[in-house]
C-alpha cells in the first residue's frame, strides 16, 4: 500500500475546495484529532494564535456528533432545524474556513505515536470517494485529542432485534441521513441525550409513545447551586422540553424497557418500574406497541488514543473511565492535551470551552509567549469548572443502580458481536472464577469481536465484577480502563506496511511498543 | 412533516442502489444505512453464530453492527459509507467470507 501522506492532503484540499501544497507544513506545531465541538474550537484558537494546526476526522464534515448534519449534496437550507445552539457551530466553522487550518475529514486515526518531545506522528486511514483505502501519516509537534464520547448500552433481552437502535444512533442516522427508525419510537434509558432524542424525533415527524428514564430527574435538586449556574443547559433543556410538550410526550421516570419484542424486528416492549436501586419492580410490567426503540444509557468518554501511550485517567461520578488532565487540560504525557467528552461528559459549551483552553495552553508551550490575557484565561477557567460541577451532579443522578443486571436472562446476548449470553459470562464467574472484563472476556470471547468491547464492555465489567454475579455499582468502578491498541480496524497490509523497510516511516508504532500495563488510576491532575 | 422537509434538503434527483436485488431510492448524501432505513430496511447482516438478524445500531461506526456487503467488497460499515449511483448492496451472511471458502 503506497505511503499517500501527500495524495490525502491534495484529497481533503480539494474536497474543501481548496489546494494544499503536500507537506509544506509539517510537522504541524498542533494537530488536533475530533472536529466536535472541542476540538472545533481547539483547532480556530491555535490557528488564531499562530500555530499552524492539522484537525482530522473520521467524518467528511466538522461538526462531531453534537454539530452532526447531512451532507452537502443534500443542500439542506435550515440544517438548524435539529440543533440547539447552532450559530456557535456555525461560527467555528467560519473561523475554521478563514483560520488556515489544513482540515483531514474522513481520516480513521487508529494509533498516535511519541517519537521524541515535542514529536509525534498520527496514523490514519483515508478513504477518497471510488478510491483505494490509503494509510497516512501527520506529523506534529503537539496533539489535542478531543475525540468525544460513545453510547454506553446495558443490555435487555430482545435488545439485537432490529429496530432496537442506540438512541445516539438513532440521533446521528436523523442528523446526517434524514432518516427514522420507524414511526413509533420508543425513547429510553437514562441521561439528558434522551430528552434531545426525542425532541428530535417528534420534530421530524416520529410518534414518541413513550420516553422512558430510569433515574429520576428530581435528583438534580439536591445539587441547586451546579443547577443555578447552568443557564445555558437550562434554556437547552427547556428547548427539548418544549419539543415534548407541544408532542404529549411525558417523560416517564423510574421506569426502564426490560424486555423488547418480536420476532424479526421490534413489534413493543415492555416497561416496567424500577426502584431506586434499578432493580425492574415485579407486577409493574406493561407493554408497549412500537416500530423502533432508541435506547441509551449516557456516554462513555473515547480515550483509546490515549490509554494506548499509558495515560493517566480518572473515575467518572457514573463509573466511566475519563483521562486525568491538569487544570490547562494537559494529560500525564507532556504535549498531548485533550478537550471534551475525553475528561468527563459534559456538553457542546464545556467542550468548546475546554478545547480553547487547551489550544492557548499549547500556544503558549509552543510559542513561549502568553497567548490570551489573564482575566480571559481565568474566566474560561471558571466557567469550565462550573460546568464540570454540573456535570459531576448529571453523572451521579443517572449512573445506572445495580440492580439492572436483573433484567438479564441468561439467554440475553451481553456481547453482540461474538453473541455471548450473560449466562456464559455469569458461568465464567460463578464456575472459574473470572473477577473482571479482562478475564470474562477471555474466558468467554464477549468483547473480542469487531467493536472491540466497546458496546459490552460495561456491561460484561458488571456482570464480571462480583461473585454472586449481582455487582455492585462499586464492582464495576473497580476495573481498569479497557485498552485498544488499535483504535480502530486496520488490514493487516497497512501494518507490515509500517514494518517493511522500504516503507519505515519515521517510527513504526508496533502495538508492542505500547506501554505493557494499564494506567494508574487518580493519578493527581 | 418528513426530516428532509424539516431541513429544507433539495437535494438532486435521486438514483438508485440495489438491495439483495431490490432497487432502492437513494438521495445523494445518504449513507447506504440511510437509504436502507428510508426504504424501511433495518436488517442487512445474518449473525455468523445464531443466525440473527441485524442492521445499523451505533449509527456511528462503532459497533460494526451494519456491516453489509458493498459491491462485492464484505464487511463495509453501512452507516459510513455514502452511498453512490448503482450501488449493489447484499446482505452479509457471517463474517462475509462465506463464498470464498466453499
Ligand atoms: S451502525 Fe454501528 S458501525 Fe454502523
Redesign the interface.
Same mark, same amino acid.
Given at each position: 500500500m503506497p505511503d499517500s501522506t501527500s495524495d490525502a492532503h491534495r484529497t481533503a484540499g480539494a474536497s474543501e475546495g481548496h489546494e494544499l501544497p503536500p507537506d509544506a507544513r509539517e510537522p504541524y506545531d498542533l494537530a488536533v484529532i475530533g472536529a466536535g465541538p472541542a476540538g472545533l474550537a481547539g483547532a480556530v484558537t491555535a490557528a488564531e494564535h499562530g500555530l499552524s494546526v492539522a484537525l482530522l476526522d473520521?467524518a467528511?464534515q466538522p461538526g462531531g456528533?453534537f454539530y452532526r448534519h447531512?451532507? =452537502?449534496?443534500?443542500?439542506?437550507?435550515?440544517?438548524e432545524?435539529?440543533h440547539h445552539d447552532w450559530p456557535a457551530f456555525a461560527d467555528l466553522r467560519d473561523r475554521l474556513k478563514a483560520g488556515g487550518v489544513t482540515c483531514l475529514f474522513d481520516h480513521h486515526v487508529w494509533t498516535v505515536a511519541r517519537e521524541a518531545e515535542d514529536d509525534w506522528t498520527i496514523h490514519a486511514l483515508t478513504e477518497p470517494?471510488?478510491d483505494q483505502q490509503h494509510s497516512v501519516r501527520v506529523r506534529a509537534r503537539a496533539i489535542l485529542l478531543a475525540t468525544g464520547s460513545?453510547?454506553r448500552q446495558l443490555p435487555f433481552p430482545g435488545w439485537?432485534l432490529?429496530?432496537?437502535?442506540?438512541a445516539?444512533?438513532?440521533?446521528?442516522?436523523?442528523k446526517?441521513?434524514?432518516?427514522? =427508525?420507524g414511526r413509533r419510537v420508543v425513547v429510553a434509558g437514562s441521561g439528558p441525550l434522551l430528552l434531545a432524542v426525542a425532541g428530535s424525533l417528534v420534530?421530524?415527524?416520529a410518534e414518541v409513545p413513550a420516553l422512558v428514564e430510569a433515574s429520576s430527574y428530581f435528583r438534580y435538586t439536591r445539587h441547586p447551586r451546579a443547577l443555578a449556574a447552568q443557564p445555558r443547559k437550562l434554556t437547552e433543556g427547556a428547548h427539548h422540553a418544549e419539543a415534548l410538550l407541544r408532542h404529549r410526550v411525558r417523560p416517564r421516570t423510574r421506569h426502564a424497557v426490560t424486555e423488547a419484542h418480536g420476532t424479526?424486528?421490534v413489534e413493543a416492549v415492555t416497561v416496567s418500574r424500577l426502584d431506586h436501586e434499578w432493580h425492574p419492580i415485579p407486577g409493574t410490567e406493561r407493554r408497549i406497541d412500537c416500530d423502533?426503540l432508541a435506547v441509551g444509557h449516557g456516554l462513555i468518554p473515547q480515550i483509546d488514543l490515549a490509554t494506548a501511550l499509558g495515560c493517566a485517567t480518572r473515575r467518572t461520578a457514573d463509573g466511566t473511565h475519563a483521562l486525568a488532565l491538569s487544570p490547562l487540560q494537559e494529560t500525564s504525557l507532556r504535549g498531548l492535551w485533550s478537550a471534551g467528552e475525553t475528561s468527563g461528559v459534559g456538553g457542546a459549551q464545556q467542550a468548546m470551552a475546554e478545547g480553547e483552553l487547551a489550544a492557548l495552553a499549547a500556544a503558549s508551550r509552543l510559542t513561549g509567549r502568553r497567548p490570551a490575557p489573564l482575566p480571559h484565561l481565568r474566566s474560561l477557567r471558571r466557567s469550565r469548572d462550573r460546568m464540570n460541577a454540573f456535570a459531576d451532579a448529571m453523572a451521579v443522578t443517572h449512573a445506572p443502580g445495580p440492580g439492572w443486571t436483573r433484567w438479564l436472562t441468561d439467554e440475553t446476548?451481553v456481547c453482540?458481536?461474538?453473541?455471548v449470553p450473560a449466562g456464559r459470562v455469569r458461568e465464567a464467574v460463578t464456575e472459574y472464577g473470572a473477577r473482571d472484563a479482562r478475564s470474562a472476556k477471555l474466558l468467554t470471547r464477549a468483547g473480542m469481536?469487531?467493536?472491540q468491547g466497546?458496546?459490552c464492555g460495561w456491561a460484561v465489567s458488571c456482570l464480571a465484577s462480583s461473585p454472586d454475579t449481582a455487582p455492585t455499582h462499586a464492582g464495576a468502578q473497580t476495573s481498569a480502563p479497557d485498552r485498544r491498541p488499535l483504535a480502530t480496524p486496520v488490514p493487516l497490509g497497512v501494518l507490515a506496511d509500517l514494518t517493511s523497510p522500504d516503507r519505515q516511516p519515521a517510527s513504526p508504532p508496533p502495538a508492542s511498543d505500547l506501554p505493557p500495563h494499564p494506567p494508574t488510576e487518580g493519578q493527581p491532575s | 412533516m418528513k426530516p428532509t422537509d424539516l431541513v429544507g434538503a433539495t437535494p438532486g434527483p435521486p438514483f438508485t442502489i440495489t438491495f439483495d436485488g431490490r432497487r432502492l431510492d437513494a438521495l445523494p448524501g445518504q449513507s447506504i444505512a440511510a437509504v436502507l432505513w428510508a426504504a424501511g430496511i433495518l436488517s442487512w447482516r445474518i449473525t455468523r453464530g445464531g443466525g440473527r438478524p441485524r442492521g445499523a445500531f451505533c449509527g456511528i461506526g462503532q459497533c460494526h453492527d451494519c456491516l453489509a456487503t458493498v459491491n462485492g467488497r464484505p464487511n463495509r460499515r453501512a452507516c459510513l459509507v455514502t452511498a453512490r449511483p448503482g450501488d449493489t448492496v447484499t446482505t452479509q451472511e457471517g463474517n462475509g467470507h462465506a463464498g470464498f471458502d466453499e
Open positions: 473520521s467528511r456528533q447531512p451532507a =452537502p449534496a443534500t443542500r439542506a437550507a435550515r440544517p432545524a435539529l470517494p471510488g460513545y453510547e439485537t432490529p429496530g432496537v437502535v442506540g445516539g444512533g438513532a440521533q446521528a442516522m436523523l446526517s441521513g434524514l432518516v427514522l =427508525p420534530t421530524a415527524g424479526d424486528r423502533a446476548d453482540r458481536c461474538e453473541e469481536g469487531w467493536c466497546r458496546v | -
